[in-house]
C-alpha cells in the first residue's frame, strides 16, 4: 500500500510541478527576443479560418513564428500583414510571444 501511495505522491507532485511551469510563461516580443540572441527557427502562415481556430479572434491570415534561445523556445503569433510589411509596433508588441 505505501508502494502505492509513494508512486502516486511522486506522480502528483511532478504534475504540480510541470502546471505551475506552464502557469509560469512569459510573454515578450518578437523585437525583445531577438535583440536577446533568440533565432528564429520557423515560419509558418495559418488561414484565416485555421487562425481563428486557434486564437478565436483573427481576423486575417497569420503567421506563428517560432524562436530559440539556448534551451528556451518562444511562439509568436502576428498578423501576416504584418509580419510581411515588418510593422514595428506589431515587432515591438510584449504580448505577441510565448516564451518557456
Excluded: H
Aim: aromatic letters at 4%; charged letters at 15%; proline letters at 3%.
Amino acid at each position: 500500500m505505501r508502494r502505492i501511495c509513494r508512486g502516486l505522491c511522486l506522480a502528483f507532485a511532478g504534475t504540480a510541478t510541470l502546471v505551475q511551469g506552464a502557469a509560469a510563461q512569459d510573454t515578450q516580443s518578437v523585437n525583445g527576443l531577438l535583440a536577446k540572441g533568440y533565432e528564429i527557427r520557423s515560419v509558418m502562415m495559418l488561414p484565416m479560418d485555421a487562425a481563428k481556430r486557434v486564437a478565436g479572434d483573427a481576423s486575417s491570415d497569420t503567421v506563428v513564428v517560432t524562436l530559440q534561445g539556448g534551451k528556451s523556445v518562444a511562439v509568436c503569433f502576428l498578423a501576416l500583414p504584418n509580419w510581411v510589411a515588418l510593422n514595428k509596433a506589431s515587432l515591438d508588441n510584449p504580448a505577441l510571444c510565448e516564451v518557456r
